[in-house]
């Protein structure tokens, strides 16, 4: 079965260090991945999403990258956090089209002190 | 960009009473789902409905989609307090601002 892991889970970051979240997907192969951010009780804002290995679209444009290096894994970096980034960061994946059931990690919450 | 608005952003109900949310979104669609989020978990997918289809049951969900009004609502009937979450319409990638329910024992 597939499942996505995500980790870690909380993660506290002082301002100006580089930030490096990782999330793999197992048991599929050539998924759409995507990164989100959660503000505290506010809805999911899409940040990068990737449909292959090397591929990678930005919806908004901010302090974050992300790089796909192998099928299966998606990296979401920062070299220097800022404290706007805290947030519940979402790792999700896709098969196909992207209006498809989409699943995801269980997330890290960040804070930038 | 968000797609999707919920109505409303929070709702509190007693155990067995149903719950109904509302989801309104801006452009056409092929589909419209609908998530959970436990606090301060991942999101889960509950149901998708096509945008040819009006109306899909699921247990105790029951969807509903109007294209013409571009809104759709999610109803959870005979409520109990594992409902309570937080509840997500999508569409394509973009989610909306979720309805935070809380069902009371």
């Known amino acids: 079965s597939q499942t996505i892991h995500q980790w870690p889970a909380t993660l506290v970051q002082p301002v100006g260090s580089p930030l490096s979240l990782e999330c793999t997907v197992e048991?599929?192969?050539?998924?759409?991945l995507y990164w989100y951010r959660q503000a505290a009780g506010r809805g999911l804002q899409l940040l990068f999403y990737?449909?292959?290995?090397?591929?990678i679209s930005s919806e908004v444009p901010q302090n974050l990258s992300a790089s796909r290096p192998q099928d299966r894994q998606f990296i979401l970096s920062s070299k220097k956090l800022l404290l706007s980034d805290s947030g519940f960061y979402l790792c999700?994946?896709?098969?196909?089209?992207?209006?498809?059931?989409?699943?995801f990690g269980q997330g890290t919450r960040l804070t930038v002190v | 960009s968000q797609q999707g608005e919920e109505d409303p952003q929070a709702l509190s109900i007693q155990e067995g009473e149903n719950a109904t949310m509302n989801c309104s979104y801006k452009?056409?669609?092929?589909?419209l789902q609908w998530y959970r989020q436990n606090s301060g978990r991942g999101l889960v997918h509950l149901i998708l409905?096509?945008?040819?289809?009006r109306e899909k049951h699921s247990g105790r969900l029951r969807v509903t989609l109007d294209t013409s009004k571009k809104s759709s609502s999610l109803l959870i009937t005979a409520s109990r307090a594992a409902d309570t979450a937080s509840y997500f319409c999508?569409?394509?990638?973009?989610f909306g601002t979720g309805t935070k329910l809380q069902v009371i024992p």
């Open positions: 999508a569409t394509d990638r973009a």
């Open positions: 048991g599929t192969s050539n998924p759409n």
């Open positions: 452009t056409s669609i092929n589909n």
């Open positions: 990737s449909v292959g290995i090397g591929q």
């Open positions: 999700a994946w896709t098969l196909g089209a992207v209006n498809t059931e989409a699943f």
């Open positions: 409905i096509r945008s040819n289809e």
